[in-house]
């Protein structure tokens, strides 16, 4: 592949829109790198070529073709774009991240303390990135989606499902019509053929992606349905297709996904919702239905 004319991308957001534009035409194993380089930006930030070719399951060298793809001179000058990005959120994080990883990666949890403390702080590293992480603007457009939404509709398989059924419990509590959609009976297909124009289909999937959720967002755009994802990838089909789709990395410690930040997640987007309804009741008192300024999420 010959290098991208002009100049390369030199701010984080750039680069990442330059390479979801050119996603498709990328060789195959140029997207796996493409894929996980945009979809752990703090990591491509600190860790050295090698490690990362390791966690993308890639060579060295396709790293070092996909920074030339994009006109930069090797690798280092388009990890620098990562770093600059992580430096700007704090000074102290990336190494903070990288002493974690290098820890859990130095021993193995030998008892039930030892690996509770390490779900722990896995858990605490991906609150911090999605805390610096989560783009405002973004944020914005979920939250007005769902004020807007007629009905609700949460849709999350196998390890999304708690973080699902936690979310329609949290926006059942700001006075929506909330449904949990599960696919009881092989009836998914139907519970999303029903959806409007004015409805919502929220979508909760992480990689690898459950087929049946990436075909129900098929379906509702299909049918003009707009589509929220949660998602841990901005270059994943589920995201692509979303009207609006939100990252979320949670930690993987010992082959199992830890879940607290996508729990914040949802939690900040019900606090959102809430807050934009006082606001619009407070804007203008006689419009639209009434609802609660602010209930008590916690009971």
Request: proline residues 4%; aromatic residues 6%.
């Amino acid at each position: 592949m010959t290098a991208a004319s002009g100049d390369p991308p030199y701010t984080l957001e750039a680069l990442k829109q330059s390479i979801a534009g050119r996603f498709e035409s990328l060789p195959a194993r140029l997207q796996v790198a493409a894929r996980y380089l945009v979809d752990h930006p703090n990591a491509s930030a600190v860790e050295t070529i090698k490690t990362l070719s390791d966690a993308a399951e890639v060579q060295p060298s396709v790293l070092v073709r996909l920074a030339k793809s994009f006109g930069y001179s090797g690798f280092s000058e388009m990890q620098a774009v990562f770093r600059t990005a992580l430096l700007a959120q704090t000074q102290s994080y990336g190494e903070r991240m990288r002493a974690q990883r290098a820890g859990r990666r130095a021993a193995s949890p030998q008892t039930p303390e030892a690996m509770l403390h390490q779900l722990c702080e896995g858990s605490i590293e991906s609150l911090q990135g999605l805390r610096d992480a989560i783009d405002p603007a973004m944020l914005k457009r979920a939250i007005d989606l769902l004020a807007s939404a007629r009905t609700i509709n949460v849709l999350g398989l196998r390890r999304s499902w708690p973080i699902a059924t936690y979310f329609a419990y949290l926006l059942s509590r700001s006075q929506r019509f909330v449904r949990l959609l599960g696919g009881m009976g092989g009836m998914l297909t139907d519970e999303v053929r029903v959806l409007g124009s004015d409805d919502v289909l929220v979508a909760i999937s992480f990689h690898p992606f459950h087929a049946e959720a990436v075909a129900a967002i098929q379906q509702a755009r299909a049918q003009g349905t707009p589509v929220l994802a949660l998602t841990d990838s901005g270059l994943s089909t589920i995201a692509q297709q979303a009207t609006v789709a939100l990252e979320v990395h949670d930690a993987d410690i010992g082959g199992f996904r830890t879940v607290a930040a996508s729990m914040a997640l949802c939690h900040g987007l019900t606090v959102g919702l809430l807050s934009e309804d006082e606001a619009r009741t407070n804007a203008n008192p006689k419009s639209g239905r009434a609802r609660p300024a602010r209930r008590n999420l916690a009971s």
